[in-house]
C-alpha cells in the first residue's frame, strides 16, 4: 500500500530535550516536506526536499532541521524544542511530476 | 507572489443539499496545480480533487468536481448531495509545476453539515 509514514503519532516531550520525528514514503518520490499546522494559521512549510542531499528551507524554518540521505525517509529533527514548537506536524511527499501531495497520519507534538 | 484566498470561514449546509467552497488564486505561471485536501476532526490530511492549468475539463471526482474558471482565477470546490461525513476542514492549494514545485495553501473553510 503506497503510504507515507510518521513516528511518533503523539509526543509529549520537555523544552531543551532533542526529539526525532521520522518520516518514510514507500512510493519513491522525488519531493518531500515538513509543515506544521497551528489553529488559525493553517499549513506552514519547515523544509522541503526535492532529492536526496537536497534540502532547503520552507517559511518558518527556525528551530528545526531536516536530512535527506536516503529518498524514502525525510526526518524532522528539533534539537532543542521549545513550547512554541507544539503544533500538529505533518510530512508529506510527492512525484514531482504527478504534483499531488501526499500526507501522512501527522504527529501531535506537546513540548511543556 | 503567489496567494491562494478561501472567502469562507465556516459554513453551515442542510445534509442533502450541495455546498460550493470557494478558492481565489493569484498567480502570473502559467503552468500550475490546483487541489483541494479535506481534514476531518481525525486530523488526517485526504486528498480529493486536482485540476491543471492546461486542463481543458473540469475534474470531477465523485460527489467532488472542481469548478475552475481561469480567467477569474477561481477554482471552487462542489460537493453534491452533502453528507453528515463531509463535516470537515476544506484546503485549496496550489502548485508551481515549472519551478520549485510548492504548494501555497489557503486558510480552509470548516464546513459542518446539519442533519
Known amino acids: 500500500e503506497a503510504q507515507v509514514t510518521q513516528n511518533p503519532r503523539y509526543l509529549i516531550t520537555v523544552t531543551g530535550k532533542k526529539l526525532t520525528v521520522t518520516c518514510s514514503q514507500n512510493?519513491?518520490?522525488?519531493?518531500m516536506s515538513w509543515y506544521r499546522q497551528d489553529p488559525g494559521l493553517g499549513l506552514r512549510q519547515i523544509y522541503y526536499?526535492?532529492?536526496?542531499?537536497?534540502?532547503d528551507k520552507g517559511d518558518v524554518p527556525e528551530g528545526y532541521k531536516v536530512s535527506r540521505k536516503e529518498k524514502r525517509n525525510f526526518p524532522l529533527i528539533l534539537e532543542s524544542p521549545s513550547p512554541n514548537q507544539t503544533s500538529l506536524y505533518f510530512c508529506?511527499?510527492?512525484?514531482?511530476?504527478?504534483?499531488?501531495?501526499?500526507f501522512g497520519p501527522g504527529t501531535r507534538l506537546t513540548v511543556l | 507572489a503567489q496567494k491562494i484566498t478561501q472567502t469562507q470561514p465556516g459554513m453551515f449546509v442542510q445534509e442533502k443539499e450541495a455546498v460550493t467552497l470557494d478558492c481565489t488564486y493569484d498567480t502570473s505561471d502559467p503552468s500550475y496545480g490546483l487541489f483541494w485536501y479535506k481534514q476531518p476532526s481525525s486530523g488526517e490530511m485526504i486528498f480529493l480533487i486536482y485540476?491543471?492549468?492546461?486542463d481543458q475539463q473540469n475534474a470531477t471526482e465523485g460527489r467532488y468536481s472542481l469548478n475552475f474558471q481561469k480567467a477569474r482565477k477561481s477554482a471552487n470546490l462542489v460537493i453534491s448531495a452533502s453528507q453528515l461525513g463531509d463535516s470537515a476542514m476544506y484546503f485549496c492549494a496550489m502548485r508551481d509545476l515549472d519551478s520549485n514545485y510548492q504548494l501555497i495553501w489557503g486558510a480552509g473553510t470548516k464546513l459542518i453539515i446539519k442533519p
Open positions: 508529506a511527499s510527492s512525484s514531482i511530476v504527478a504534483g499531488e501531495l501526499f
Open positions: 485540476q491543471g492549468s492546461y
Open positions: 526536499s526535492m532529492n536526496v542531499e537536497v534540502t
Open positions: 512510493m519513491n518520490h522525488e519531493y
